[in-house]
């Protein structure tokens, strides 16, 4: 999949990465840094990115995602560890249990010029840094086991997608 900006107009569609590279560099034209982090989760869900922006002195989020909860944060959080944990309950497997362990920091785009928009080998380049980057932990081991499982009415929200 060609998650450049490029790719992702032409296609019509894409996954998380490709959807907050879009909106990074929509921000970036926009005057704004283009930043992005990820959001790493227990095994066997997936990892999630998202394209995070500074509104005076809040921050908020753009996000890709089929699922009706994972989307757009407005810029009301104080901290982007608030930010993160304003997802941390819509992350859970189909039997209830969290998931969402660890975020990076934003990742500031602009440091890899910007061919990344147009090439899609600079995009890999960028999420193999993202994803190596230092995390910052959520929930210890210890405490995952006093973690609730989602509630069957939140389960069945967690299944509404986008069509």
Known sequence: MDRSVSGTL??????CAGGAILAAAALWHCGRAPLILDLKTARPDFDHIVAV???E???GAISKTNHAVLRYREPV???VRE????YFHEYFLPDGRKTLRSFSKPLDLSRYGGGWITDSDKIMDIIYDLDRSLHTEIVTREGVKRLRKADQIEIEAG???AS
């Open 83 to 86: 930010l993160v944990m304003s």
């Open 10 to 15: 032409k296609a019509k569609r894409t996954d």
């Open 159 to 161: 299944e509404i997608t």
């Open 57 to 59: 002195k809040y921050w």
């Open 53 to 55: 922006f500074k509104e």
């Open 77 to 79: 959080y104080a901290s």
